[in-house]
């Protein structure tokens, strides 16, 4: 998990510093779009995340019949 967040920091950085070449403006419509991107990711990755949790809820409470409902519900 470290070596994925430290590999995307510095593609992060890299792809900033391409950017940063073509002026402000750019530089500026990148960062506005990052923003829409994260605000667009989080709620699907929130889902994701709890999908998993009632998965595994469901799972060890030997509930595995409850497993497909809980997909269908995530998706």
Do not use: C, F
């Not at 506005?32 to 709890?50: D, E, F, K, R, Y």
Request: charged share 10%.
């Amino acid at each position: 998990m470290a070596v994925q967040m430290l590999t995307m920091a510095v593609a992060e950085m890299v792809l900033l510093g391409l950017v940063n070449r073509h002026g402000a403006n750019a530089t500026a419509a990148y960062g506005a779009i990052n923003q829409v991107m994260h605000w667009v990711q989080l709620p699907v990755m929130s889902l994701g995340i709890t999908t998993s949790i009632l998965t595994a809820h469901a799972i060890r409470a030997g509930r595995a019949d409850r497993i497909g409902k809980i997909l269908h519900t995530g998706l």
